[in-house]
C-alpha cells in the first residue's frame, strides 16, 4: 500500500464519529448518575403481561419508595405502560431535557404513547428505501434518548419495559453498564418456558444480573368462591427460577377486576418491590 | 472517516456540508498542502444510516438539542412536545416565515427540517427579528456556522 491507512493517519479525525457516539453514551450515564436501580422487565414471550407487571411494580414501588419511581417503556412499538399508568403528555421540553409526564401516583414516565396520535404505529420521517438497514438503528437512538435526554432526576427505581425478546435486552444493557438487572415474566405454561429460557439465557451470556422470576396469570382468581384456579397447565416460573437459581419473586393469579388496570395494592407486588429495594422500602 | 490526499501525504480538512434536499448528503474536504478539494457524496440509505445514529459528519457545529433523534424523525402527533427552551419575555415574539425563505425551507431534507427550522426561530427571536427572510437565514448561517442549511 503506497498510502498512509487511518491509524497511520495521527492527526485528528475532524467528524470524531466515534467520539460523538461516546458522548451519547456518556451523556446516559451521566443522566443516569442520580438513579439508584435500573432494572428491565422482560419476557422472551410476547401477551404474558409485562406491562401490566411493570406497572403493577412501579404503583407498588409509588407507595412504598420515598427516593421516586420512573419507567421507560422500552415497546416502542406497542406501548401500553403509559395507559396502565393513567399518564398522558404533552411533553414538556426545556433547556434542562425531556421532562417526563408524572402519573397521578408519582410515577415518572416516558413513553413513545405520548409521542404517536392515538391508534398510529411507529413510523419515521424518512427515505423509504432500505427502510431494514436503518429501522433497528433508529429505534435504539430512541431508546437511547429516552434515557440520556429526559429529566429523570433521582429515582430510587427505574423500570424499563422491554418488548418481547432478547435483543433489546442487549441493546439496554450497551447503553446502561451500570443496569441492576433484569426480572423475567413469564406465564406457568410449557410454551412460555420455552421461551423465557432463551432470553434469560441470552441475559445470562450478556453478563446482565438475573434479579428473578415473576409467573403472571398463576390461576384464575374467582370472583365468587375467591378460590384460585388453574388457568394455564404448566409450572414455569418456579422452572425458570430453579434452571437459572433465582428467586421466584411473585406468583400473580389473573383476576378479572384487575385486568383492565393494575391493582391499588397486591402483597405479593409489594414483596417484590421490598426485595428489590430493601435498603429504601420506608412505607410499609 | 479521514480523507488523505496521497500525492502530499497529508489529511484533508473539512470544509462545507451540504444537503442538496432529495435525501442525499455531500460534504467537501481540501488539502490544506496542494489546495487540491474532493467531495464525498452519500446516497439516500447511507445518508439515512449516518442520521439514524444522530452523529454529524464533519463534526457538530450545533449543541445537540434535547431529544433531537426523535424529534426531528418520528413521525409523531404534531402537539407531542411543548417547546418550554425558547427564551420567555412578557411579549414573545413570534417572527414570521416569508414565502422565499419557507420556499428554502422546503429544500432541507424532512428529517432534519424541524430542528433547522427551529435553529432559526431561535435565532430571530433572540435578536427580535420579525420576519424571516433568505437574507435573516444566511446571517444566521454565517453566524452560527451552519454550513450547507
Known sequence: ?284 | MKFLCIDCDAQMTFSERAIPGDGTFAASFSCPSCGRRVAMLANEMETQLVGALGVKIGGRTLEEQPMELVRTTLDGRADAFVDEALPRTSAPVRPQWSADALERLSRVPGFVRGMVKRIYTDYAVERGIAEISPDVMDRARTELGLEGM
Open chain 1, 1 to 284: 500500500m503506497s498510502f498512509r491507512t487511518y491509524h497511520q493517519v495521527t492527526e485528528p479525525d475532524r467528524s470524531r464519529l466515534g467520539e460523538q457516539v461516546g458522548l451519547q453514551r456518556a451523556r446516559v450515564t451521566a443522566r443516569l448518575a442520580g438513579v439508584k436501580r435500573t432494572i428491565a422487565v422482560m419476557s422472551g414471550k410476547g401477551g404474558v403481561g409485562k406491562s401490566y407487571v411493570t406497572s403493577s411494580l412501579a404503583l407498588a414501588a409509588a407507595r412504598s419508595l420515598a427516593g421516586g419511581v420512573g419507567v421507560v417503556d422500552a415497546d416502542l412499538k406497542s406501548p401500553t405502560v403509559a395507559r396502565l399508568l393513567d399518564t398522558r403528555g404533552p411533553v414538556r421540553v426545556s433547556e434542562d431535557g425531556v421532562h417526563p409526564p408524572v402519573s397521578p401516583h408519582g410515577v415518572r414516565v416516558m413513553s413513545t404513547a405520548f409521542l404517536l396520535d392515538d391508534g398510529a404505529p411507529l413510523a419515521w420521517r424518512e427515505h423509504p428505501g432500505e427502510r431494514f438497514v436503518w429501522r433497528g438503528v433508529l429505534e435504539t437512538g430512541a431508546l437511547r434518548e429516552f434515557l440520556s435526554d429526559v429529566v429523570w432526576g433521582t429515582l430510587d427505581l427505574l423500570l424499563v419495559d422491554l418488548p418481547p425478546g432478547a435483543d433489546k435486552l442487549s441493546d439496554l444493557a450497551e447503553l446502561i453498564p451500570q443496569l441492576t438487572g433484569a426480572i423475567a415474566v413469564t406465564i406457568p405454561s410449557d410454551e412460555s418456558h420455552a421461551s423465557v429460557q432463551r432470553s434469560m439465557q441470552a441475559a445470562r451470556h450478556q453478563g446482565v444480573s438475573l434479579l428473578g422470576v415473576i409467573e403472571n396469570m398463576s390461576g384464575y382468581e374467582c370472583d365468587g368462591c375467591a378460590q384460585t384456579r388453574p388457568l394455564f397447565s404448566g409450572d414455569a416460573g418456579a422452572a425458570l427460577a430453579r434452571e437459572f437459581d433465582v428467586p421466584l419473586l411473585a406468583r400473580i393469579p389473573f383476576r378479572s377486576a384487575s385486568a383492565a388496570a393494575p391493582r391499588a395494592r397486591d402483597d405479593a407486588i409489594e414483596g417484590v418491590v421490598a426485595a428489590l429495594c430493601p435498603s429504601d422500602v420506608v412505607i410499609a
